[in-house]
């Protein structure tokens, strides 16, 4: 088992900033790749950025590329996703979640090939 817990979500403003952290325990040497996944009120969840163990790939969702970068540091088992000149679209809560599987490119994209999640943060960014 892993446990995910997400923190840094709050209220920002249109253009403002967030670092979102999501830190890793229990079984953390069997985590593969991290993501992260936001869904907002009345839509399906949606692949937001996902990070390889490695950390030398990262993958975006092309809405958020330039404007959000995910990191991690396996020394503290945590994953990041800092967050600039958010929008009022970017209002969601947010997820981690980890798989143990390696996955190409492609799949890292899907929800369903993620094994463990967190609770949840909520990002709200008022215009």
């Known amino acids: 088992q892993v446990q995910l817990v997400e923190s840094g979500g709050g209220l920002v403003q249109a253009g403002g900033s967030l670092r979102l952290s999501c830190a890793a325990s229990?079984?953390?040497?069997?985590?593969?790749?991290m993501g992260w996944f936001r869904q907002a009120p009345g839509k399906e969840r949606e692949f937001v950025a996902a990070i390889r163990r490695s950390g030398g790939s990262t993958y975006y969702l092309d809405s958020v590329k330039g404007r959000f970068t995910i990191s991690r540091d396996n020394a503290l088992n945590t994953v990041y996703l800092q967050m600039n000149s958010l929008k009022p679209e970017d209002t969601a809560a947010y997820y981690c979640?980890?798989?143990?599987?390696?996955?190409?490119?492609?799949?890292?994209?899907?929800?369903?090939?993620?094994?463990?999640w967190g609770q949840g943060t909520q990002v709200t960014v008022s215009s």
């Open positions: 979640a980890t798989t143990q599987y390696v996955l190409v490119p492609s799949e890292m994209l899907l929800d369903r090939n993620y094994d463990y």
């Open positions: 229990g079984r953390t040497f069997s985590a593969n790749a």
